[in-house]
């Protein structure tokens, strides 16, 4: 069975960091672009970020572009966001998917083939 187990989240004060991880189970890591989403209650999901299988080309929504940095250990068979400078608005559970490319407007997620469980992230001020 294939499992994406994301970790790292938790409470952090405004302008803190924060460090999520997803280690993949069951499918060949390196033949998948990985993506983070994110849900805000009363919000719609959003991408947040997508990293390519063998290029590591990147992508970011324009509310994480220069504050996050997705990555990936194909060895580790882990991805990871480094979050950086948080705000509220960052308050939500994560989510991390595996696809098959990336959607550079990351605008939907109808192209995802496996998700997580989600790991919450909540930011204070």
């Known amino acids: 069975v294939v499992q994406l187990v994301e970790s790292g989240g938790g409470l952090v004060q405004a302008g803190g960091s924060l460090r999520l991880s997803c280690t993949a189970s069951?499918?060949?890591?390196?033949?998948?672009?990985m993506n983070w989403f994110r849900q805000a209650p009363g919000k719609e999901r959003e991408g947040v970020s997508c990293?390519?299988?063998?290029?590591?080309?990147?992508y970011y929504a324009a509310s994480a572009k220069g504050r996050f940095t997705i990555s990936r250990d194909n060895v580790k068979n882990t991805l990871y966001l480094q979050m950086n400078s948080l705000n509220s608005e960052d308050s939500a559970t994560y989510y991390c998917?595996?696809?098959?490319?990336?959607?550079?407007?990351?605008?939907?997620?109808?192209?995802?083939?496996?998700w997580g469980q989600g790991t919450q992230v909540t930011v204070s001020s």
């Open positions: 990293i390519t299988r063998r290029t590591a080309t990147t």
């Open positions: 069951g499918l060949s890591f390196d033949d998948y672009s």
């Open positions: 998917a595996a696809s098959i490319g990336c959607n550079p407007n990351l605008d939907g997620s109808r192209w995802v083939n496996y």
